[in-house]
């Protein structure tokens, strides 16, 4: 089974074609870590829209979780409930072999996708009868942003071997317009969407990387995170909140692929 980790509902947009392909698979899960709600919409709200679009991308009800809404985790603060999440999720896919987790990339942009990350590394290292595979795709940072105010979907290269497969281009159509189909959150694609569309019509590929415990030992990325130039909180606060997490992770715990050179999948 392959798991999408998202924190919120729209977080979908930076894994479109791997749900494209893990929709062909068949046997798939996506997971919303939050309630969603944020700057007076509400999570109803942001289901649906997410609901609409997973549906158009052909996944089902019964492989769509809002565990996040049913816990009572709000946005921004999905630190603070690793544990619950935790417990929640070994128990709703115990009786399911975990093959491949999806989660946005340890990268700075906010604490709810970080947070993500170690919650997806300890998921994987819960399922120790089959090896699980966690991959990552970069959302928006501030990596190498010297004047730019953030970068979006740009992996952070440091963090090891990105993978690249080719979308066609019906597909990069259809993921395009989707990106439209999220009214509550207008704004906030306005300001996406001119890299997004560079990004499908200049690269045309859907990024991940492995993600190896030994790179959450350390901030992202060296510089101002992009949650810290926004004032949400510092890296050392996060580190503290999540320090408790953070600790039992080790590279023993999880296996992973070799990294070494950028390998091309088009």
């Known amino acids: 089974m392959k798991i999408f980790l998202f924190p919120h509902q729209d977080d979908e947009f930076g894994a479109f074609y791997a749900i494209d392909r893990a929709v062909a698979d068949g046997d798939l899960l996506v997971v919303y870590l939050t309630d969603g709600a944020y700057g007076g919409t509400s999570a109803q709200t942001r289901r649906a829209e997410s609901q609409a679009v997973l549906h158009r ?13 049913q816990l009572g985790v709000p946005n921004l603060g999905l630190r603070h409930h690793l544990e619950r999440l935790l417990s929640a999720l070994d128990a709703g896919v115990a009786e399911r072999p975990v093959e491949t987790i999806y989660v946005p990339a340890w990268e700075g942009g906010h604490p709810d ?3 993500a990350v170690l919650l997806a590394l300890k998921l994987a290292s819960s399922n120790r009868e089959n090896p699980v595979t966690v991959w990552q795709f970069p959302m928006y940072s501030a990596y190498r942003c010297w004047v730019r105010p953030y970068r979006v979907l740009t992996p952070i290269r440091e963090a090891g071997v990105v993978e690249n497969t080719s979308i066609p281009w019906s597909r990069r159509m259809e993921h395009l317009a989707l990106c439209s189909m999220y009214p509550s959150q207008k704004l906030t694609f306005l300001g996406l969407f001119p890299f997004i569309l560079w990004h499908y019509l200049v690269l045309g590929v859907q990024q991940l990387q492995v993600v190896h415990p030994s790179i959450v ?4 990325h060296l510089g ?6 926004r004032g949400w909180l510092s890296w050392s606060q996060f580190e ?6 953070l600790g039992t992770l080790s590279r023993e715990e999880i296996g992973t692929r070799s990294i070494g050179i950028i390998r091309d999948s088009r």
Not at 57 to 69: M, T
Not at 217 to 220: L, S
Not at 240 to 245: I, M, P, R, T
Request: charged fraction near 30%; avoid cysteine.
């Open 57 to 69: 991308l052909g996944v089902r009800d019964e492989q769509i979780w809002f565990l996040g809404e």
């Open 217 to 220: 030992q350390n901030r992202p």
């Open 224 to 229: 101002a995170l992009l949650y810290e130039r």
């Open 240 to 245: 503290q909140e999540v320090g408790g997490l």
């Open 113 to 115: 996708h970080d947070a």
